[in-house]
């Protein structure tokens, strides 16, 4: 199979495959973090960068490993990263707190795994309402109360 990408397509492709390795747990001023499984695919990737037009988007160490340079973790791919985070950290924000609150109104330590027509009806509401304050205040009037509830 004989696969060919112009220099803007592969450098897109070494974006994507940064992400791809951020998520899985890679971070790019740690190598050690590289998850074994994707080791060997990513230097393949990598490696490729010189000879398709690339090379100012990836470094090699003093072992001869390649990883993502600056040029390549900042821009968009950064952009794509915070938003990915900010994205993640308000969905489970918001999905955490109305199943706590769920459990708590039905007198439940867990909920189970298919949840009534009422229940799912409730946790929406629970979730809607969450949602309306975080959008409008952030986390401004979250308040953490050690040792319980208020």
């Known amino acids: 199979m ?3 990408f112009t220099p803007k397509e592969y450098a897109r492709l070494l974006e994507l495959a940064h992400l791809g ?3 899985a747990g890679t971070r790019p001023d740690d190598p050690a973090t590289m998850p074994e499984r994707y080791a060997d695919i990513a230097q393949k990737v ?5 000879p398709l037009g ?18 390549l973790t900042s821009g968009p791919a950064r952009e794509k990263i915070d938003q990915f985070v900010e994205d993640a950290f308000w969905s489970e924000l918001v999905a955490r707190l109305a199943e706590r609150d769920l459990r708590s109104e039905l007198g439940a330590t ?17 979730e809607d309402s969450y949602w309306r304050e975080f959008e409008t205040k952030g986390i401004d009037h979250l308040v953490l109360l050690r040792g319980g509830k208020g």
């Open 21 to 23: 390795l951020w998520v």
């Open 54 to 71: 690339c090379a100012d988007l990836i470094e090699v160490d003093v072992n001869g490993q390649f990883f993502p340079n600056e040029k």
């Open 2 to 4: 004989k696969v060919s």
């Open 46 to 50: 990598f490696a490729l960068a010189e």
């Open 110 to 126: 867990k909920l189970s795994d298919e949840l009534t027509e009422d229940e799912e009806e409730r946790l929406t509401a629970m």
